[in-house]
């Protein structure tokens, strides 16, 4: 058994502990957003030797960062528009994120079907492909290869056969894209920042040569002091720079995307596949996980509050038709479909025409004097990019000196991970649940298994989600520390009121506050149902 280490938890008590006295502190840097940029700048602040502070105001990676199509690539179609530093640079961090959390980002491959009058030719694909494998120094998991009209259909029985010309396979990589939020706010935490979930910022402003910014979180209310500010708001930075700086001028163009989950095998596919849409102009992903298939995502400017983005009847609709012209005699009934989320691009305008060719790109940029860095658009890909150049603008106005290049253990990482090190037998789980726990988990599966008792796998995730990865709440839980919502089989009242007490006795919840909480997640449960019923 690997060794253990020493954690520190971090729950929300240990949250509630510190922020008692956080009104005593004088920050060099707080940031206001608590996803992947937030969490990403909280552990580069932190790396660079500031006192920092990180305020989210719900659960950490519950706006765009949970919501992506949960790829680490470098967008292959963006090449058809030229930008090639962005995919370079997107490249190079899928590979460095497949070495060091190979438990969060895997392998996958994908298959780009060909077919006659397509508005890409297999000579522009090919192409693409090859600068594809270039740009990330042929380091990718396998080299694109042509793919023959007889070999396309044993990896996709059931994909429609007329007009077909094969097709090209590549590999990409997909990830727990909340999780590693999550354990990026937790390694800042463990490094001594103060770190907080549902805690809200009420106001800010300028007192001479800080700012104070004032915090709420539960009933009670305080004001701190900092250096400096980053604003890592994504979809929400027009509406929280808008209050904070009356000259600001909305610079985010936002575009919505709705991914589907459906729970069935009928597809029989044995590789993840993309979709053309709208006459080939944008792609859709079809991606094997969690036992199930995950596609999207739409593409449509949004111009409502982010806090009221979610998927309608219409735009799962949309996701049907293109599968259904790819899949022409699969049964894509209701019942299949086993739930759907929305999220916002956080885009910087540029005058593209049309949502699919706005750039990637990101944009950092300080205001106020200085005194507030801001963080827009970008790709979760490139996460670490975007903190370090963050956090090295806003040392650079405080008059420090900043780290130029990423460092090395930028990334959450809890060691090497091989399936060796699984346990033969376990009291309680299965050798599947124990496969699970530590191909979800790497090395901290032992930490788990040591520290918590349960009566099956998610018990034991829940009491871990509980002690170190500040959950809150069911929603929390079921949502966006494991893939239970995408499994409705697990999503049933009774199971849910069964981990409702677990939650109940570690969280001190009134009968009440359980009741509440199983009634949320309830009606969430019902409101997928009520969408899909399209």
Same mark, same amino acid.
């Given at each position: 058994?690997?060794?253990?280490?020493?954690?520190?938890?971090?729950?929300?008590?240990?949250?509630? #502990?510190?922020?008692?006295?956080?009104?005593?502190?004088?920050?060099?840097?707080?940031?206001?957003?608590?996803?992947?940029?937030?969490?990403?700048?909280?552990?580069?602040?932190?790396?660079?030797?500031?006192?920092?502070?990180?305020?989210?105001?719900?659960?950490?990676?519950?706006?765009?960062?949970?919501?992506?199509?949960?790829?680490?690539?470098?967008?292959?179609?963006?090449?058809?528009?030229?930008?090639?530093?962005?995919?370079?640079?997107?490249?190079?961090?899928?590979? /460095?994120?497949?070495?060091? +959390?190979?438990?969060?980002?895997?392998?996958?491959?994908?298959?780009?079907?060909?077919?006659?009058?397509?508005?890409?030719?297999?000579?522009?694909?090919?192409?693409?492909?090859?600068? /594809?494998?270039?740009?990330?120094?042929?380091?990718?998991?396998?080299?694109?290869?042509?793919?023959?009209?007889?070999?396309?259909?044993?990896?996709?029985?059931?994909?429609?056969?007329?007009?077909?010309?094969?097709?090209?396979?590549?590999?990409?990589?997909?990830?727990?894209?909340?999780? +590693?939020?999550?354990?990026?706010?937790?390694?800042?935490?463990?490094?001594?920042?103060?770190?907080? *979930?549902?805690?809200?910022?009420?106001?800010?402003?300028?007192?001479?040569?800080?700012?104070?910014?004032?915090?709420? @979180?539960?009933?009670?209310?305080?004001?701190?002091?900092?250096?400096?500010?980053?604003?890592?708001?994504?979809?929400?930075?027009?509406?929280?720079?808008?209050?904070?700086?009356?000259?600001?001028?909305?610079?985010?163009?936002?575009?919505?995307?709705?991914?589907?989950?459906?729970?069935?095998?009928?597809?029989?596919?044995?590789?993840?596949?993309? !979709?053309?849409?709208?006459?080939?102009?944008?792609?859709?992903?079809?991606?094997?996980?969690?036992?199930?298939?995950?596609?999207?995502?739409?593409?449509?400017?949004?111009?409502?509050?982010? #806090?009221?983005?979610?998927?309608?009847?219409?735009?799962?609709? /949309?996701?049907?038709?293109?599968?259904?012209?790819?899949?022409? #005699?699969?049964?894509? *009934?209701?019942?299949?479909?086993?739930?759907?989320?929305?999220?916002?691009?956080?885009?910087?305008?540029?005058?593209?025409?049309?949502?699919?060719?706005?750039?990637?790109?990101?944009?950092?940029?300080?205001?106020?004097?200085?005194?507030?860095?801001?963080? !827009?658009?970008?790709?979760?890909?490139?996460?670490?990019?975007?903190?370090?150049?963050?956090?090295?603008?806003?040392?650079?106005?405080?008059?420090?000196?900043?780290?130029?290049?990423? *460092?090395?253990?930028?990334?959450?990482?809890?060691?090497?991970?091989?399936?060796?090190?699984?346990?033969?037998?376990?009291?309680?789980?299965?050798?599947?649940?124990?496969?699970?726990?530590?191909? @979800? @988990?790497?090395?901290?599966?032992?930490?788990?298994?040591?520290?918590?008792?349960?009566?099956?796998?998610?018990?034991?995730?829940?009491?871990?989600?509980?002690?170190?990865?500040?959950?809150?709440?069911?929603?929390?839980? /079921?949502?966006?520390?494991?893939?239970?919502?995408?499994?409705?089989?697990?999503?049933?009242?009774?199971?849910?009121?069964?981990?409702? @007490?677990?939650?109940?006795?570690?969280?001190?919840?009134?009968?009440?506050?359980?009741?509440?909480?199983?009634?949320?997640?309830?009606?969430?449960?019902?409101?997928?149902?009520?969408?899909?019923?399209?």
């Amino acid at each position: 058994m690997l060794p253990q280490k020493n954690r520190i938890p971090f729950s929300q008590k240990s949250q509630d #502990d510190k922020f008692k006295n956080c009104d005593q502190e004088i920050y060099d840097i707080c940031i206001v957003g608590g996803g992947i940029n937030g969490a990403g700048s909280a552990f580069e602040s932190l790396r660079s030797g500031c006192k920092t502070l990180l305020v989210e105001k719900s659960d950490f990676a519950s706006g765009t960062s949970s919501k992506s199509s949960r790829l680490v690539h470098g967008g292959l179609r963006y090449l058809e528009q030229f930008e090639f530093k962005l995919v370079f640079e997107a490249l190079k961090e899928r590979t /460095y994120l497949l070495k060091k +959390i190979p438990h969060l980002v895997k392998p996958i491959e994908f298959v780009l079907p060909l077919y006659k009058g397509d508005r890409v030719s297999a000579f522009k694909l090919r192409a693409g492909l090859f600068l /594809y494998d270039l740009f990330c120094g042929f380091r990718a998991p396998h080299f694109h290869q042509r793919v023959s009209v007889s070999k396309l259909f044993q990896f996709f029985p059931k994909l429609k056969r007329r007009n077909s010309l094969g097709g090209f396979l590549y590999s990409d990589a997909m990830m727990e894209d909340d999780r +590693i939020v999550v354990d990026l706010a937790r390694r800042s935490h463990e490094l001594g920042g103060d770190i907080f *979930s549902y805690t809200e910022v009420l106001e800010a402003e300028q007192k001479n040569d800080v700012l104070e910014v004032t915090l709420k @979180r539960g009933s009670e209310i305080k004001k701190i002091k900092t250096q400096h500010l980053i604003s890592a708001l994504g979809p929400w930075t027009d509406i929280f720079m808008s209050q904070l700086d009356s000259t600001w001028v909305p610079r985010l163009k936002p575009t919505k995307g709705v991914h589907v989950f459906f729970k069935t095998q009928a597809f029989q596919m044995k590789k993840a596949l993309v !979709m053309g849409a709208d006459n080939q102009k944008r792609i859709l992903f079809v991606i094997p996980r969690n036992e199930g298939i995950l596609v999207g995502t739409t593409d449509t400017h949004f111009s409502d509050s982010p #806090d009221s983005v979610k998927s309608e009847a219409a735009d799962v609709d /949309y996701i049907l038709k293109v599968l259904k012209d790819y899949f022409p #005699d699969i049964d894509l *009934s209701s019942p299949s479909w086993v739930s759907t989320y929305a999220g916002v691009r956080p885009l910087v305008s540029d005058g593209a025409s049309s949502e699919s060719k706005i750039s990637r790109n990101h944009v950092i940029e300080s205001h106020l004097n200085n005194q507030v860095t801001v963080i !827009m658009g970008g790709k979760y890909t490139t996460y670490r990019v975007m903190c370090q150049e963050a956090v090295s603008k806003a040392l650079k106005n405080m008059g420090l000196s900043s780290k130029e290049k990423i *460092s090395d253990t930028f990334t959450p990482h809890f060691g090497e991970f091989d399936n060796s090190v699984i346990p033969s037998d376990h009291p309680v789980l299965s050798q599947s649940d124990l496969k699970q726990l530590f191909q @979800r @988990r790497g090395d901290e599966a032992h930490t788990i298994l040591t520290e918590f008792k349960g009566q099956g796998l998610w018990e034991y995730e829940a009491q871990f989600a509980i002690e170190y990865e500040a959950v809150k709440s069911l929603k929390d839980f /079921y949502l966006r520390r494991t893939p239970l919502f995408d499994q409705q089989h697990l999503c049933d009242q009774a199971s849910i009121e069964n981990m409702g @007490r677990l939650f109940q006795s570690k969280l001190g919840w009134s009968d009440n506050q359980l009741q509440a909480e199983v009634e949320s997640l309830m009606a969430a449960v019902q409101e997928q149902k009520e969408i899909l019923s399209v």
